[in-house]
Nanobody, 123 residues
């Protein structure tokens, strides 16, 4: 599995960004995919996850109602639409492929990780 995360950038508070996670080798279509983030000096934390068929999603409480995860199986891509961004959302965002097909919030259940994309939100 080779994951390519993109779409990060610099945005003002209240703005929006859409992250993409492309599975270039098309080998994770039957796996759940998650987004995690890591701010400087902090542990990597769960953000959102989606099941293999897109039928189940789970969100961290801190972003619930502001972020939406989705996947396009035909394009082998998972998205994270982020709205109403806050300075505390500033972090490197990583996508990862879960070992199984269903959602998990535990980062240790994720086997393959993308390289990360930086999101910076100014106040």
């Amino acid at each position: 599995v080779q994951l390519q995360a993109s779409g990060g950038g610099f945005v003002q508070a209240g703005g929006s960004l859409k992250l993409s996670c492309a599975d270039s080798r098309r080998t994770a279509s039957n796996n759940a995919v998650g987004w995690f983030r890591q701010a400087p000096g902090k542990e990597r934390e769960f953000v959102a996850t989606i099941s293999w068929n897109g039928g189940s999603t789970v969100y961290a409480d801190s972003i619930k109602g502001r972020f939406t995860i989705s996947r396009d199986r035909a394009k082998n891509t998972v998205y994270l639409q982020m709205s109403s961004l806050k300075p505390e959302d500033t972090a490197v965002y990583y996508c990862a492929v879960q070992r199984g097909s269903w959602t998990s919030t535990n980062r240790h259940d994720y086997r393959y990780w993308g390289q990360g994309t930086q999101v910076t939100v100014s106040s």
